[in-house]
């Protein structure tokens, strides 16, 4: 709730008629103004400009159509574009998205910087490029060129090859050179493996996806799963994004618990082990759709982060984004 919802409707100040013998009467005038500074700070406060750093922008309607979501899944398989994103997100004041490439055609990650150079909105592009790739090098530095490339996304089975790759490794490093990162998607057991890899590329940020991808019962996370989190979290250049989570109940649309307690116990373990500035918000919109609202997916983590003090909500929605991606704002 606001402290103008709190306080009721203030009137505009082109409805106020109170004389200015009145005012210095009642020596209100300071009061007022004082009021005033208080009622924008607290609005500010409540409108805190978000970064989704997770969604997904496609168009099966091109030429070449689109190699992901398939054609029969009725959910996702239509245009998925910035402006009904924007339009949606309205009420929750997200100012910029992360979008990140699911394609593994190359040319769709320039398909997507393109479409960042005509929506601001978008203030990074997440690419997908294959480190196993000889041109690999050649590709990232002709990306890289493009102000809105901020990373690449792979997935635990290519990162696990591209440690156990002298060359591979080099390639990720190449990442750190040009002040980009690295997203990785993969299950519970990925954790443990961003653990070495972060050792391995100590100037690398890496961005957890989906908090590992851990199937959520309501209950205290496995110890496994806690296990390789702790490891990857006690580097410092490691991030989590809190993404979906409704997903991670295997429940559909209209089924999935929308009471943050249900969530509560791998919130807690998150926090335990990130704190404050390595947690970051992500929707993972539309794909978010087949369990939850975006309404529903927002509210939950906002009054989590929201619960924890003042400012970190802030640091939940937008600053720990702008650390792991360094976005263009």
Not at 174 to 185: F, G, K, R, W
Not at 276 to 292: C, E, F, H, Q, T
Not at 293 to 300: E, L, P, R, S
Request: hydrophobic letters at 40%; glycine letters at 6%; a neutral charge.
């Amino acid at each position: 709730m606001t402290k103008q919802q709190r306080l009721g409707p203030i009137a505009p100040a082109s409805n106020l008629t109170i004389s200015r013998r009145a005012l210095l009467q009642a020596g209100a005038a300071g009061a007022l103004t004082t009021l005033a500074g208080a009622g924008a700070q607290a609005d500010q406060a409540d409108a805190i400009s978000a970064i989704d750093a997770h969604t997904h922008f496609y168009d099966p309607t091109r030429p070449q159509g689109v190699p992901w979501p398939d054609k029969r899944n009725e959910l996702l398989y239509r245009p998925v574009l910035p402006e009904e994103f924007k339009r949606l997100t309205r009420p929750q004041h997200i100012g910029g998205t992360v979008v990140v490439e699911a394609s593994p055609w190359v040319e769709d990650n320039q398909w997507l910087l393109d479409l960042a150079e005509r929506e601001p909105f978008l203030v990074g592009v997440v690419g997908r490029l294959d480190p196993a790739d000889e041109q690999f090098p050649n590709l990232l530095r002709r990306f890289a060129r493009q102000r809105r490339f901020r990373g690449i996304r792979i997935s635990h089975d290519a990162l696990n090859k591209a440690l156990e790759q002298p060359s591979q490794q080099k390639n990720l490093a190449l990442l750190a050179e040009h002040d980009l990162e690295l997203d990785v998607n993969g299950g519970p057991q990925m954790s443990a493996d961003v653990a070495r890899a972060a050792q391995a590329l100590p100037e690398l940020r890496i961005v957890i996806n989906h908090c590992a991808n851990l199937p959520l019962d309501g209950r205290a996370p496995p110890d496994e799963w806690r296990r390789g989190m702790q490891a990857a979290a006690k580097r410092e250049q490691v991030y989590c994004k809190v993404s979906a989570l409704a997903e991670a109940t295997r429940k559909p649309l209209g089924e999935a618990p929308t009471d943050l307690e249900f969530y509560r116990p791998v919130l807690d373990a998150l926090w335990e082990m990130f704190g404050a500035d390595r947690l970051i918000y992500g929707s993972n919109w539309p794909v978010s759709n087949r369990a939850a609202t975006y309404a529903d997916v927002y509210a939950i983590v906002h009054a989590y982060f929201e619960s924890r003090g003042p400012g970190i909500l802030k640091k939940f929605l937008r600053d720990n984004a702008l650390a792991a991606y360094k976005p263009l704002v």
